[in-house]
């Protein structure tokens, strides 16, 4: 696969070089030519590097993370985008005290709505740099969930692959409109990792159950209110 890295920072630097060890073709952009080929040269495994743009040019899979900002004001054209799977992996910014306001609009579905010809995926938005450290062991052993929403399926199931190919255990969660949902959770991960000092390795791990063979507390019955 060719991944194309718009803004090559923590996350943009971890993820291409972990993709580039599992053999993916990936080009490093930065705002400078002379940064993003400083950052391959950093990497190895035959990366590239060089402006956001030859990155987008150079990718089927987009990795933006330049938080917030339209991509009109970093490339020449959007045209650029059309067809490609970008993948958001932006939260909000951290507001004092921690006092999220409700999320109406997801950063993914603004980006899916200033890039319209573009395939949207939300991913990776639930886990601090350190984390990608540990791929892709011990990742798998502790099956670390990145969780995925995104309207166009075959961009989606890609994503998904990617998230496996570097130790992650995938989570598909619906439609790009439940970034909303996936955006709030990182929110909640960071609230604990600074809030709570758990730390920068602190994740979620989805863990689907056995069904319970003796259902001795009477199992799940109607209710009401009172």
Not at 7 to 30: C, P, T, Y
Request: hydrophobic share 40%; glycine share 10%.
């Amino acid at each position: 696969m060719k991944i194309g890295i718009l803004g090559s920072g923590n996350m943009g630097r971890s993820l291409g070089i972990l993709w580039a060890e599992q053999k993916h073709e990936v080009f490093f952009g930065a705002r400078t030519v002379e940064k993003g080929k400083a950052i391959a040269k950093s990497a190895e495994n035959n990366t590239q590097g060089g402006t956001n743009e030859q990155a987008a040019i150079f990718g089927n899979v987009l990795l933006y993370t330049i938080r917030g900002i339209n991509p009109a004001e970093v490339l020449t054209s959007i045209e650029l985008l059309n067809g490609k799977i970008i993948i958001d992996c932006n939260n909000y910014d951290i507001p004092e005290n921690f006092a999220y306001p409700p999320i109406e609009l997801s950063l993914a579905e603004k980006l899916a709505s200033e890039v319209s010809q573009a395939r949207v995926v939300k991913a990776f938005n639930t886990m601090a740099q350190e984390v990608f450290e540990l791929s892709p062991q011990p990742l798998k052993e502790y099956n670390v969930s990145v969780f995925v929403a995104g309207d166009d399926a075959a961009a989606k199931k890609t994503v998904m692959n990617l998230a496996q190919d570097i130790g992650f255990a995938p989570v598909d969660c619906g439609e790009l409109r439940f970034a909303r949902l996936l955006e709030g959770l990182g929110d909640f991960i960071r609230y604990l990792m600074i809030g709570q000092n758990l730390g920068s390795y602190a994740t979620i791990s989805v863990a689907t159950l056995p069904e319970a063979q003796n259902q001795r507390l009477g199992g799940r019955q109607s209710s009401s209110l009172y």
